[in-house]
């Protein structure tokens, strides 16, 4: 008698979890666990039923096993099929408004404050580099305006200034064996002689 109501309540037990799981994969973006936990609740039900058979029966599976098991499932759809599924829906949205409310929590204290700082330090680096290019036109312009001025005095004093540099306009090819002579001289005599 005890076998009979074990696996009444193990049919029922199976319409149950079939709807349950049945009813949380239903959204789209679930459908791809579906063949999955349908193999797993085959599996399962399977090792149900040889546990309840072979505590019960000494592991025996009948015909009455599965007609057991059907009537079983039988009962559950007609009893506690709506009120089952009806919670199951009613915990996918609980679920989805928790989901909901924990991804805004997540949006509006990390990704936005995230978001805010980056742009800020882009924008400050944006900023420091424009200034930088400033400072870099007001230097070049300030060094151009200078050596300007400097190189011609320099050019209107000095002969031997003016010959050095129509010797490198004219010479371009042997300007650097003329530096590197001149260096090389500059180093053998020393800086006191």
């Known amino acids: 008698m005890e076998y009979l109501f074990w696996l009444l309540g193990l049919g029922a037990i199976l319409g149950a979890v079939f709807d349950l799981y049945n009813t949380v994969i239903h959204p789209d973006w679930l459908k791809w666990l579906r ?3 349908d193999v797993l609740f085959w599996v399962a039900a399977a090792v149900g039923v040889y546990v309840v058979a072979f505590v019960h029966d000494n592991g025996k599976i009948r015909i009455h096993t599965f007609a057991l098991l059907g ?3 039988i009962i559950y759809r007609l009893t506690l099929h709506d009120s089952v599924v009806r919670s199951a829906f009613l915990v996918v949205r ?9 991804a805004g929590l997540v949006r509006v204290f990390v990704i936005v404050p995230l978001h805010v700082l980056w742009t800020g330090f882009t924008r400050a680096l944006g ?4 200034l930088g290019c400033k400072l870099e ?3 070049v312009w ?6 300007h001025f400097s190189f011609g005095i320099v050019v209107k004093k000095s002969p031997w200034m003016q010959k050095f540099i129509d010797e490198v306009r004219n010479n371009w090819e042997e300007f650097g064996m003329m530096a590197s002579n001149w ?3 500059l180093l ?3 800086p006191l002689q």
């Open 35 to 37: 063949s999955l936990m």
């Open 71 to 73: 009537v079983g499932f």
């Open 94 to 102: 609980l679920l989805n408004v928790c989901y909901r409310f924990a």
């Open 127 to 130: 900023a420091i580099y424009w």
């Open 137 to 139: 036109d007001i230097a």
């Open 142 to 147: 300030l060094l151009q305006q200078t050596w």
């Open 183 to 185: 260096l090389k001289s």
């Open 188 to 190: 053998l005599r020393g």
